[in-house]
C-alpha cells in the first residue's frame, strides 16, 4: 500500500508565497516514469488539476491559472514531492492534494491517480 501524507499548508495573505510537501511511503511503480500530481479543490467546486512531475523524466505540467507562480518538484531520495507557490491569489484557496499515478494516463485527470493524501488547507486571504 502507498501512503500520501501532506503538509505545509496554512493562512497567507495575497501574495505570500507557500510551500507544499507530500511525503510518499514508496513510489507505486519503480521501474516506470509514472504522474505524482498536486490537485485542489476549492470550496463548492470540483478538484482541479494544478500541477504534475514524472517520478524519472523530467517533464512538468502546470495548469493555466498557476503557470509562472507554481513549481512543482520531486526529492526521490525522500520520496518527498514539492509544490512552491508564490504570488497566491485568494481564487488559489482550497484543499490540495497529492496523488500517485499507477499507470500512464494524462496528468490533469483524476482517474489517472491511484493513490491520494489526505490533504491540506490553504486559505489565500485578499
Known amino acids: 500500500q502507498v501512503q500520501l501524507m501532506e503538509s505545509g499548508g496554512g493562512s497567507v495573505q495575497a501574495g505570500g508565497s507557500l510551500r507544499l510537501s507530500c511525503v510518499v511511503s514508496r513510489y507505486p511503480d519503480t521501474k516506470q516514469s509514472r504522474w505524482m500530481g498536486w490537485f485542489r479543490q476549492p470550496p463548492g467546486k470540483a478538484r482541479e488539476a494544478v500541477a504534475a512531475i514524472q517520478t524519472i523524466k523530467t517533464e512538468t505540467n502546470y495548469a493555466d491559472s498557476v503557470k509562472g507562480r507554481f513549481a512543482i518538484s520531486r526529492d526521490n531520495a525522500q520520496n518527498t514531492l514539492y509544490l512552491q507557490m508564490n504570488s497566491l491569489k485568494p481564487e488559489d484557496t482550497g484543499m490540495y492534494f497529492c496523488?500517485?499515478?499507477?499507470?500512464?494516463?494524462?496528468?490533469?485527470?483524476?482517474?489517472?491517480?491511484?493513490?491520494w493524501g489526505q490533504g491540506t488547507q490553504v486559505t489565500v486571504s485578499s
Open positions: 496523488a500517485a499515478a499507477t499507470r500512464l494516463g494524462s496528468w490533469y485527470l483524476p482517474a489517472t491517480y491511484y493513490f
